[in-house]
């Protein structure tokens, strides 16, 4: 079945970039999508790519695509401590627009 | 943000007692989900609507059923709460299958 694993944390000092990774299983996911959490609150949709591009930048984000390897990753670039939350990747399933989601990496940045 | 709101946003019930949480949204979306958050398992799907009156199931659909009598809202309900369904729900719309889905605040529940 389908999957989508991340590491749990991930720890940068203010200023620093960071880089969330993600693998998946489904090789047919169209559309792979980057979340963040913070405590208390909802899911906030930050980024996400198609399945035929192998970058996209926005602003202080970058998402790189590795087909080949299923390989999905986050950049950051000049961390805030306003950045500290819990980042979830996702793949869309091809029925019904489904998401699978990992289990989240909580980043910490400290000053 | 997108208008979703989630109600309640906490209740504590006991274990037997059915529960009903609302999803309400002014997108006029066609797509709405119910996940589930628990430690160490991300968000699962426990069902969704692709329209009104149609609904399917997710990956942990025991023990849940839903309903979607108009567009804007969409109810999901535990027929007898169990502890194993103490967890933070959230709802989620989308405009079609291949659009960005968007989160609601969350309902948190505890059954004891």
């Known amino acids: 079945g389908e999957d989508v694993e991340q590491s749990l944390f991930l720890s940068v000092r203010e200023g620093d970039s960071s880089v969330i990774n993600c693998t998946y299983t489904?090789?047919?996911?169209?559309?792979l999508y980057w979340y963040k959490q913070e405590p208390g609150a909802g899911l906030q949709l930050l980024t996400y790519?198609?399945?035929?591009?192998d970058m996209k930048q926005d602003q202080r984000l970058t998402v790189l695509l590795n087909k080949k390897d299923k390989h999905l990753s986050l950049r950051i670039a000049d961390t805030q401590t306003g950045d500290s939350a819990i980042y979830f990747c996702a793949e869309k399933d091809n029925q019904g627009g489904k998401l699978i989601f990992g289990q989240g990496t909580e980043l910490s940045v400290k000053p | 943000d997108a208008g979703i709101t989630q109600s309640p946003r906490h209740k504590v019930t006991e274990t037997g007692t059915p529960v009903t949480l609302r999803c309400h949204q002014t997108?006029?979306?066609?797509?709405m989900y119910w996940y589930r958050q628990d430690p160490g398992h991300g968000l699962r799907l426990i069902h969704y609507s692709y329209g009104v009156k149609d609904t399917d199931k997710g990956e942990v659909s025991d023990g849940y059923s839903v309903s979607r009598s108009k567009t804007e809202d969409f109810l999901l309900t535990l027929e007898s709460a169990t502890s194993s369904q103490t967890s933070v729900y959230f709802c989620?719309?989308?405009?079609?299958?291949?659009?960005?889905?968007?989160f609601g605040d969350g309902t948190r529940l505890s059954i004891l």
């Open positions: 790519i198609f399945s035929n591009m």
């Open positions: 997108e006029n979306h066609r797509y």
């Open positions: 489904d090789s047919s996911s169209t559309y």
């Open positions: 989620a719309i989308s405009e079609s299958s291949n659009q960005p889905q968007h």
